[in-house]
């Protein structure tokens, strides 16, 4: 097995995302490993969950601007010799300076079947859209925001009487078991972008997860 990638992951709030993560990356043959989490609020329910996990935490403000934020961001990342960045619900856009040292090395979860619905509030939206099939993307990360290379998508039926919430439940749930497979292929290096589009063994492994 070959050494696993240094990863960290960024949160802004509750951290179910990087749970998931940080779960799968207790597998010793998990081929990445959790080394940072990474918030720019100091309150995220997530950084006491990596703190117990022993999980080095770090936070960045934002108050002196994006600059600055992102230097202390760059450093930390540097600090720990991260390899790979997942998002996962890191609520600030980035710049394009930053997505591109991080080209192809770093992967957002986005709760919807991108290109649908890119942006918030995603379950509203699909319930208001009357889609049938809904679900969640993890993708390359590229500077217009929810956009980039898809390595694998999870659905999920839109059932009746679905609210954004008992809907929200039901990808969040198809999120938690994603995340954690996309980023294994990545880790790997399973998954290569040519012309803009994932191809390798991604195809066969995350497809589709399809859980009707
Ligand atoms: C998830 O729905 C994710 O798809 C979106 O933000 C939410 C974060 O939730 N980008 P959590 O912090 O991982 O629980």
Not at 84 to 105: N, T
């Amino acid at each position: 097995m070959g050494a696993r990638r240094r990863t960290a992951v960024l949160i802004s709030g509750r951290g179910s995302n990087m749970s998931a993560l940080i779960a799968a990356a207790a597998d010793p043959a998990f081929p990445a490993e959790v080394a940072l989490v990474l918030s720019n609020r100091a309150a995220a329910a997530g950084l006491d969950v990596a703190r117990a996990a022993g999980i080095a935490t770090a936070t960045v403000s934002y108050k002196a601007g994006l600059a600055g934020a992102e230097s202390e961001m760059a450093a930390a990342l540097d600090a720990h010799g991260i390899d790979l960045v997942c998002l996962a619900g890191f609520m600030r856009l980035l710049s394009a300076g930053f997505v591109a040292r991080w080209r192809d090395r770093m992967i957002n979860i986005h709760p919807s079947l991108l290109p649908l619905f890119p942006g918030l509030d995603t379950h509203e939206r699909a319930l208001a859209a009357g889609v049938k099939v809904h679900g969640c993307t993890v993708h390359f990360v590229r500077h217009e925001m929810d956009s980039g290379p898809i390595i694998g998508q999870a659905a999920v039926p839109v059932l009746a009487g679905d609210t954004a919430e008992t809907l929200g439940a039901r990808v969040l749930a198809a999120e938690h078991a994603l995340y954690p497979r996309a980023l294994a292929l990545v880790a790997s290096g399973r998954v290569r972008v040519v012309d803009e589009r994932c191809v390798g063994d991604a195809a066969g492994e995350t497809g589709m997860l399809v859980s009707l």
